[in-house]
């Protein structure tokens, strides 16, 4: 593998802040400390398009982002400064846009169909749609909307869409109709790509590769791997054709998870490390007075498990059964003597009692013993809900939907695509709805998090980075992201609330109008996400309402939205706020989720892995889900409080606090690299009457320490006689400079509550 970051900045890229812009701030970002600047995708998106993930064109960077000359000019300045670039690459799908001729790929496909050279980039399920792509355009029936379509020239017009004439290799389909193409989860205009074919591979890796073998690429980061047909596979040949160059991988493990040891990478994109970063800051003992308080709020469900399953259960039948319907078709072709009814029955209960968002299956190869585990702890699942007259059936389909059935065409083809079925389907039913249903601790509803997991134990917490530091030495760690349900430190401030649960609990007792229209579930999310986000102006709160209540699909919806529903929750939003008594609630927690705040940020910016700070989060990051979190970023203030900080200024408020933690922590990781390398983690014992509120651990020559649960830690007294288990002094905290001859903990974190101690001058 080629020299991994040290760290990386997360830039969204956007028309209104392309390769200029960051190349404006190499500068800055050099003097922040980190060492790579990572970048969202560059290739030609769709028109519009604010986040990249959606390109139309492989064979062009970006035109509204600078094209390639801003690439290569902002590649150039961020050398100057020291800096390397990582990529966002989008191997999984492309867009369909509008209008259709954008494409270079799909208007073929729609003039010539199967006969187009371009037919194999599109996984279509041509006999489905009698030889003809399925494309579901039309804001109501054909025969509703036929006097929107206008014939002009050799061209068929509707609205923004423009499709070829005579147009025999295509149909156009109401909205509500499925495609017959694969999606990227339920987005009808994101069609999967058969990147497993080395043509379509080639062609929609040729710019990326040409960047990385001119040294302008350093890193690449892997959207989606869970939707290949391959996953590994296709690491192997991105592996061979960059020479080894580091990449991570957007995979989201749950529970005990592990990513698979034989995929060719360097780890994942952190939403595992920000997981347990995030719940080893989660008072236990709060568990039972939490739940006790939500259920009270809301009169249930008390069962997390239950609520994703039927939400992921709701998703099979209706937002991806297209997907559904097509690997249902591909299992009877494979097994066509079986009752097509009964074993559909038993697909979707084996689909939902997918624990993980695939297993590591590829036709034709050994399976691995987790996967075994994972696919047999499923099928248990899914006997227990069926009638006992299905579980022959379910014994009949499972070998095959696990690949253990052989490797014959048709079985292969059910082994793929029950993969690619079953993680759009957990990161619909559950990020994406029974998160939104079920809020007893929105902290812990994160990505790839189990809002049944309440909170992490320090020793688990030292277990997980141990196996970071032998196993996953270079994986990506982080606290935010472009997809995070809401940023680091509104997770930080929700995580006080379990210390203050008593507080809280009168709170929302108060601030819960006797004729709230909402349903109880999003009035809890609500009040939840007002403190997390407070001072929230009223527009950002309404962006929020509508999305979570449609995300959550109880009362409105995407696809079905409620307008009396939701103008009667806006309107409630509007108004029920009591800005004096949430502003005096924030007052109360603001001590203990500063403590959070700065604990959180050290602990991942120095434990096992590459380091990364999405974009703003060098500051309080108090955004919500996207596009929230994609706001413009003042990097104006940003220099001018770094050079004040920088210049020996204390620290002003609670935002310099955090850049102070931030610059000085990724400053020491970049002088000292041999310091967070592999095998270099020892957690760091605290002895005394507060031991339990602190979590250390060294890297090489360094020590971390962090407060925890610092509510608890006030009552009972302060830290008192604490100290590290450490040798004597003197140790030099470099965050704040000062120099400590023991470790007591009294003294060492008596300014801020947190340190990263060293000796000598380093």
């Known amino acids: ?66 094209g390639e000359d801003g690439f290569r000019a902002m590649a150039a300045r961020l050398h100057e400064a020291g800096l390397r670039i990582v990529v966002d690459i989008v191997p999984n799908h492309m867009a369909l846009p509008a209008p259709e001729d954008l494409s270079p790929v799909l208007w073929p496909v729609l003039s010539e169909g199967r006969g187009s050279p371009y037919a194999r980039w599109l996984d279509v399920d041509w006999e489905a749609g009698d030889g003809r792509i399925v494309l579901p355009v039309l804001g109501g029936p054909p025969e ?26 295509y149909r156009l389909a109401y909205w509500r109709e499925g495609p017959n193409y694969r999606r990227f989860f339920e987005i009808s205009t994101l069609a999967g790509l058969r990147v497993e074919d080395p043509e379509v591979f080639d062609r929609t890796h040729e710019v990326i590769l040409r960047l990385v073998r001119e040294g302008l690429i ?123 009814d009964q074993m559909r029955r038993a697909l979707v209960e084996l689909l939902v009692a997918m624990p993980v968002y695939r297993v590591y299956v590829e036709p034709g190869e050994e399976m691995l013993p987790h996967t075994r585990r994972v696919v047999a702890e499923a099928v ?53 709805t029974a998160f939104y249903r079920w809020s007893r601790l929105a902290a812990r509803n994160e990505v790839g998090g189990e809002p049944e997991r309440f909170a992490v134990t320090p020793a688990e917490f030292h277990e997980f980075c141990a196996r970071l530091a032998r196993d996953w030495p270079f994986t990506m760690t982080t606290l935010s992201t472009h997809d995070t349900k809401r940023q680091e430190d509104v997770r930080a401030r929700l995580a006080a609330l379990a210390e203050l649960d008593e507080e809280w609990t009168a709170a929302v007792g108060r601030w819960r109008a006797p004729d709230s229209p909402l349903e109880p579930d999003l009035e809890y999310l609500l009040w939840q996400t007002v403190v997390g986000a407070w001072p929230l102006a009223p527009e950002r709160l309404a962006e929020y309402l509508t999305k979570a209540m449609r995300e959550a699909k109880t009362r409105t919806s995407w696809t079905d939205p409620d307008p009396a529903y939701e103008e009667a929750v806006l309107a409630y939003a509007r108004e029920c706020v009591p800005e004096e008594d949430v502003t005096a609630f924030v007052a109360l927690m603001e001590p203990y989720a500063r403590a959070n ?72 990781r970049r002088r000292h690299p041999e310091w967070f390398g592999p095998d270099l983690y020892e957690p760091v014992e605290a002895t005394g009457p507060a031991a339990g509120h602190a979590l250390a651990f060294r890297r090489g020559g360094a020590v971390a320490v962090a407060t925890r649960l610092p509510a608890g830690l006030e009552a009972h007294g302060g830290w008192r006689d604490t100290a590290l288990d450490l040798p004597k002094g003197p140790w030099r905290d470099v965050i704040t400079g000062a120099v400590h001859e023991d470790t007591a903990l009294e003294r060492v974190l008596s300014h801020l509550p947190v340190a990263l101690l060293v000796q000598g001058d380093a």
């Open 597 to 668: 705040m700065l604990g959180q940020k050290l602990v991942q910016l120095a434990m096992p892995g590459v380091a990364d700070v999405y974009q703003g989060c060098e500051l309080v990051g108090l955004s919500l889900v996207d596009p929230d979190n994609r706001r413009p970023v003042d990097y104006g203030e940003r220099r001018r409080r770094l050079a004040r900080l920088d210049a020996g200024e204390s620290p002003r408020d609670l935002d310099d606090e955090k850049l102070l933690v931030t610059s000085r922590t990724l400053r020491l």
């Open 218 to 340: 350093d890193g690449l980061r892997v959207d989606h791997p869970d939707g290949l047909a391959a996953p590994r596979a296709y690491l192997s040949r991105l592996t061979d054709e960059t020479r080894g160059m580091w990449t991570v991988v957007e995979k989201i493990l749950t529970g005990p998870e592990e990513l698979a040891p034989d995929w060719p990478c360097a780890g994942t994109t952190g939403y595992d490390a920000l997981n347990m970063v995030g719940g080893v800051f989660v008072d236990p003992a709060a568990e039972g007075p939490l739940t006790e308080a939500y259920l009270a709020f809301t009169g249930g469900p008390g069962d997390f498990a239950e609520v994703a399953h039927q939400a992921k259960r709701q998703m099979a039948e209706h937002g991806l059964r297209p997907e559904v319907d097509r690997l249902h078709r591909a299992l009877q072709a494979a097994l066509p003597s079986h009752d097509p």
């Open 144 to 169: 509703e909307v036929r006097d929107e379509l206008v014939e002009d020239g050799d061209v068929l017009r509707y609205h923004d869409h423009v499709f070829p004439l005579p147009g025999d290799h």
């Open 380 to 432: 248990q699942a899914a006997r227990r809900r069926l009638p006992e007259d299905l579980h022959p059936v379910l014994d009949t389909i499972a070998p095959v939907v696990s690949g253990e059935a052989g490797c014959s065409d048709l079985a292969a083809e059910v082994a793929v695509r029950f993969q690619q079925t079953a993680a759009p389907l957990m990161a619909k039913g559950v990020e994406d």
């Open 1 to 66: 593998m080629s020299e991994a970051p040290v760290s990386t900045y997360r830039v969204q890229l956007r028309r209104e802040f392309g390769f200029a812009d960051v190349a404006g701030i190499a500068g800055y970002l050099a003097d922040l400390g980190v060492t790579h600047v990572y970048l969202s995708p560059i290739l030609q998106a769709a028109p519009g398009s604010a986040h990249g993930y959606d390109v139309v064109d492989h064979t062009r960077i970006s035109e509204e982002l600078g």
